[in-house]
């Protein structure tokens, strides 16, 4: 499975970001198509829980996303 990286932008200021793990791209796309006009309910990486009411949204954006090992890079240095 990818890491994708879903941004949806309410106005230039306000956004909300959600990783979801999925096969592929498309299929990144596809969700974000399928969820449009309703509201969508998720956790992010600090355990807060989120309710998302996704016609509010002007823009959406979608990118794998890639993490990196804090650690691992703090060792190297």
Request: some cysteine; proline content about 0%.
């Amino acid at each position: 499975m990818k890491e994708f990286k879903i941004t949806y932008f309410f106005d230039e200021n306000h956004y909300i970001r959600r990783f979801v793990h999925i096969n592929s791209f498309e299929e990144a796309k596809q969700l974000v198509h399928d969820e449009r006009g309703l509201y969508v309910s998720f956790c992010d990486s600090r355990g807060i829980y989120h309710e998302l009411d996704t016609r509010n949204v002007r823009v959406v954006q979608i990118s794998e996303y890639h993490r990196t090992d804090k650690g691992k890079k703090n060792a190297s240095d």
